[in-house]
Nanobody, 126 residues
Framework: QLVESGGGLVQAGGSLGLSCKVS?????????MGWFRQAPGKEREFVAS????????GYADTVKGRFIISRDNAENTMYLQMSSLKPEDTAVYYC????????????????????WGQGTQVTVSS
């Protein structure tokens, strides 16, 4: 089970942090993780990913340099720190988990991920 938290309303240029808690105690030995988002009327899109070990990260071009993905394997939790937020970042943000044996691989396809959180709303006002 994946549970996101931390969404909310923020002004453009502001910052917001999201968390994703995974209930599986085998978190660090099992799952690569990702963040996706879906704006109204649009497809769900990739935002960022992190490898099972946390050594590698990847970002969509639209968020590169503004968002930071991280994970704390001891806490079974993944994070997304968002800064310099823009109105176009407004969306429901979802965390996702993919079972993998590869410790350093990254995954950016939404069809790759088997498990999803319920989503948390992020709204950036102009």
């Amino acid at each position: 089970q994946l549970v996101e938290s931390g969404g909310g309303l923020v002004q453009a240029g502001g910052s917001l942090g999201l968390s994703c808690k995974v209930s599986d105690t085998a978190f660090s030995s099992t799952y690569a993780m990702g963040w996706f988002r879906q704006a109204p009327g649009k497809e769900r899109e990739f935002v960022a990913s992190i490898s099972r070990t946390g050594l590698n990260t990847g970002y969509a071009d639209t968020v590169k340099g503004r968002f930071i993905i991280s994970r704390d394997n001891a806490e079974n939790t993944m994070y997304l720190q968002m800064s310099s937020l823009k109105p176009e970042d407004t969306a429901v943000y979802y965390c996702a988990a993919h079972e993998t044996l590869y410790g350093t691989a990254l995954y950016d396809g939404k069809s790759t991920y088997e498990y999803w959180g319920q989503g948390t709303q992020v709204t950036v006002s102009s």
